[in-house]
């Protein structure tokens, strides 16, 4: 049984490029929400997906946007890069119906923006 | 504003038992998680409350006092490779959009 997959694991990019992040959740997950975390500090809610539609979003600028597919995947596009925007990106996956507490993290994508 | 309180850091001795605490000003509450991160790993789920009361899984315990917006991760019998960052993280509903805490990082020494 497969965990949740990120890909890539690293990244480089400069600023003003625009960036695609890829996430495959746990086998039977159908909920993925998208967590930025800085160095040194906790994961950052960016927004989570589920029956391919937007249901939350945190505080984050229109940069930030995303999709899931039909099988569950989702990417996260971050466009106009900051210097800021440079984390460990992590999503996570849920069986929303299932009512269970738990979320199962990917290994992350880490991104430098430079 | 959302805001999550745990100590930055925490150092102890293999054997011993640990308390991480973490107090909360949320403008809703649902529950209360804690996750374990390794350098460079992924954060893996410990524990959940919901309600008052103490949580025990093996060595890891977690209490939740709703009234004092107050938790905490209790360790016990500490390894070494408890070595790692601990996060409270607070849902405000049942939507599982997580608030977390800045961390604890603990270090175990032999």
């Known amino acids: 049984d497969a965990g949740v997959t990120q890909s890539p694991t690293h990244l480089i990019k400069t600023r003003g490029q625009q960036v695609t992040l890829r996430c495959s959740p746990k086998?039977?997950?159908?909920?993925v929400s998208w967590y930025q975390q800085a160095l040194g500090q906790g994961p950052q809610f960016i927004f989570q997906?589920?029956?391919?539609?937007?249901?939350q979003r945190g505080n984050f600028p229109d940069r930030f946007s995303g999709h899931q597919f039909p099988n569950y995947s989702s990417e996260l596009n971050v466009n106009a890069l900051l210097l800021g925007d440079s984390a460990l990106y992590l999503c996570?996956?849920?069986?929303?119906?299932?009512?269970?507490?738990?979320?199962?993290f990917g290994p992350g994508t880490r991104l430098t923006v430079l | 504003g959302q805001s999550l309180e745990q100590p930055s850091e925490v150092t102890a001795v293999e054997g011993a038992i640990v308390q991480i605490n973490c107090t909360y000003q949320?403008?809703?509450?649902?529950?209360l998680s804690w996750y374990q991160q390794h350098d460079g790993g992924a954060p893996t789920f410990l524990s959940y409350?919901?309600?008052?009361g103490l949580e025990e899984t093996g060595r890891f315990s977690s209490f939740l006092s709703r009234s004092d917006s107050y938790g905490y991760l209790l360790l016990q019998e500490l390894q070494m490779k408890d070595s790692a960052s601990y996060f409270c993280?607070?849902?405000?509903?049942?939507?599982?959009?997580?608030?977390f805490g800045s961390g604890t990082r603990l270090l175990v020494r032999p």
């Open positions: 996570a996956s849920i069986l929303l119906s299932a009512s269970t507490d738990t979320q199962y």
């Open positions: 086998s039977g997950h159908d909920t």
């Open positions: 997906y589920y029956e391919e539609e937007e249901r």
């Open positions: 949320t403008s809703g509450f649902y529950g």
């Open positions: 409350n919901a309600l008052d």
């Open positions: 993280a607070v849902s405000q509903d049942s939507s599982y959009k997580l608030i």
